[in-house]
């Protein structure tokens, strides 16, 4: 039983919104966090996607891909006007490098 794209992404959207910043956190801390599955809609924390799933789903989207899925869910935020007259801004980091230097083996 493999995953469906949506799950795939909500779990990258977890390596964004929680402490684990890398894929070999998140999938062992997903075991634990019961709220972090049920967010992904991840059916048991026996069955959870693998390091190398997750880093081949991001570069199969690539940034135009998660751009456009942004694009995607904003637009109808934006256009049903719940924001009450508010400003809102959506942060962009696709284009900065990653700090990966600092973890490698020396």
């Known amino acids: 039983m493999g ?5 795939l992404y ?6 964004l919104l929680t402490p ?3 894929f070999n956190l998140l999938t062992q801390l997903l075991k634990e966090q019961r709220a972090w599955r049920r967010l992904a809609h991840l059916p048991n924390r026996y069955h ?8 081949d789903f991001r570069a ?5 891909g998660l751009r456009c899925i ?6 109808p935020l934006l256009e ?3 924001i009450g007259g508010k400003s ?3 942060i962009d980091s696709t284009d900065l490098p990653a700090a990966t230097s600092a973890y490698k083996k020396s």
Not at 3 to 7: D, E, G, I
Not at 60 to 64: A, F, I
């Open 3 to 7: 995953f469906r794209p949506a799950q």
């Open 10 to 15: 909500r779990v990258l959207l977890l390596s």
């Open 20 to 22: 684990a910043h890398s």
């Open 48 to 55: 959870l996607p693998v390091t190398s799933l997750l880093h």
């Open 60 to 64: 199969l989207l690539g940034v135009s």
């Open 70 to 75: 942004n694009r995607q869910l904003l637009g």
């Open 80 to 82: 049903s006007g719940w």
């Open 88 to 90: 809102v801004a959506l």
